[in-house]
């Protein structure tokens, strides 16, 4: 089971926090990854990251703005993003991807959890 929150309302410029709690499962077996769709948009990739060794990939869209992380212990992982933009505006989702191969597309992962929307605007 996944469950995604800290969505919310913010200010262009701002900061989030998102978390993905998942259960059921063992961590280091598994990809991470967060998606998003906005509104007519077709679904898109933003970040992913594989066991505690792997290294995370990131859309060229948030390279710089967003920051993917794990916490095994808590079988959570965060995506904190700064900097915000409007066109950041979207549904964010989380998945899991059996194995180590990190990749930002959506078909390629087998289990997704709810999402949780992201606004900003001023």
């Known amino acids: 089971q996944l469950q995604a929150s800290g969505g919310g309302l913010v200010h262009p410029g701002g900061s989030l926090r998102l978390s993905c709690a998942g259960s059921?499962?063992?961590?280091?077996?598994?990809?991470i990854g967060w998606f998003r769709q906005a509104p007519g948009k077709e679904r898109e990739g933003v970040s992913c990251?594989?066991?505690?060794?792997?290294?995370?990939e990131y859309a060229d869209s948030v390279k710089g703005r967003f920051t993917i992380s794990r916490d095994n212990a808590k079988n959570t992982v965060y995506l904190q993003m700064n900097s915000l933009k409007p066109e950041d505006t979207a549904v964010y989702s989380c998945a899991t991807r059996r194995g180590s191969i990190a990749t930002l597309q959506a078909p390629d992962y087998d289990f997704w959890g709810q999402g949780t929307l992201v606004t900003v605007s001023s």
């Open positions: 059921g499962f063992s961590p280091d077996d598994y990809v």
């Open positions: 990251i594989s066991n505690s060794f792997g290294r995370p």
